[in-house]
């Protein structure tokens, strides 16, 4: 299961030659701006002409074309960080009353 990632990470190139994300703890890039990460990554990967690996872009195959998608700065089971483009909460999502406690003994 992917946890949102703690720290900093910064745009190398692997290699290969593919963009990928490594961990910096004086990387400019963090979870508050994985939005802008990602476009930064996107914009690198055409200005240098390099593919963008795999495993640091992650997005659902089946999203409804028109859904809204995020970008989330999260780690692997290793600690690796990537980013995963998901939907967006919606407010009926996020406003779910939670149940109250019963007794059952």
Excluded: C, Q
Aim: glycine content about 4%.
């Amino acid at each position: 299961m992917a946890r949102k990632y703690i720290g900093n990470v910064s745009v190398h190139t692997n290699p290969i030659g593919e963009i990928v994300l490594k961990r910096d703890p004086e990387g400019k890039w963090n979870a508050d701006n994985a939005m802008d990460l990602e476009l930064t990554i996107r914009n690198l990967a055409k200005k240098h002409k390099l593919p963008v690996n795999a495993y640091t872009i992650y997005k659902p195959e089946k999203v409804d074309a028109t859904a809204v998608l995020t970008a989330v700065l999260l780690s692997n089971k290793w600690g690796a960080p990537f980013i995963a483009l998901l939907p967006a909460p919606t407010v009926a999502d996020t406003a779910k009353p939670a149940k109250k406690p019963t007794k059952l003994a």
